[in-house]
């Protein structure tokens, strides 16, 4: 059973976020973590780059698979986990801590319509 903590939104596409001030804190759920295994390598798109709301902020490179990271509200990326590009490990063994993604600081109003709770994404990956 994947660990999905109270106090996060999610999306459809296993991507969690967090409101920290005017900002958003973005990383990938336990679940997307554990179907990828282990993560080699991390990507992200320019510091300062506005993104639309589903644009591809990052890409992950797993044992397995590669996958696409996506921006789960409009904004400008405020900041990218470069810890990550050194230690991409750190999304496995701590998704919700020292695995985040990005900052972003959200532009115009926030789009939380597609945006799940924390229930609704326990029923999404049928937990």
Same mark, same amino acid.
């Given at each position: 059973?994947? *660990?999905?903590?109270?106090?996060? #939104?999610?999306?459809?596409?296993?991507?969690?976020?967090?409101?920290?001030?005017?900002?958003?804190?973005?990383?990938?759920?336990?679940?997307?973590?554990?179907?990828?295994?282990?993560?080699?390598?991390?990507?992200?798109?320019?510091?300062?780059?506005?993104? =639309?709301?589903?644009?591809?902020?990052?890409?992950?490179?797993?044992?397995?698979?590669?996958?696409?990271?996506?921006?789960?509200?409009?904004?400008?990326? +405020?900041?990218? *986990?470069?810890?990550?590009?050194?230690?991409?490990?750190?999304? *496995? +063994?701590?998704?919700?801590?020292?695995?985040?993604? #990005?900052?972003?600081?959200?532009? =115009? =109003?926030?789009?939380?319509?597609?945006?799940?709770?924390?229930?609704?994404?326990?029923?999404?990956?049928?937990?």
């Amino acid at each position: 059973m994947s *660990n999905i903590p109270d106090d996060l #939104l999610y999306t459809k596409t296993h991507e969690w976020l967090k409101k920290e001030g005017k900002l958003y804190r973005i990383g990938i759920t336990d679940h997307a973590q554990s179907e990828l295994t282990d993560v080699v390598f991390v990507e992200f798109e320019k510091k300062g780059k506005m993104v =639309g709301a589903g644009d591809v902020v990052a890409t992950v490179e797993s044992v397995k698979t590669v996958s696409e990271i996506y921006a789960p509200v409009p904004g400008t990326i +405020s900041e990218i *986990n470069e810890i990550l590009l050194k230690s991409p490990e750190k999304i *496995n +063994s701590d998704p919700y801590g020292e695995g985040w993604f #990005l900052l972003l600081e959200p532009s =115009g =109003g926030m789009e939380t319509a597609s945006l799940l709770s924390p229930e609704a994404y326990r029923r999404t990956i049928g937990e």
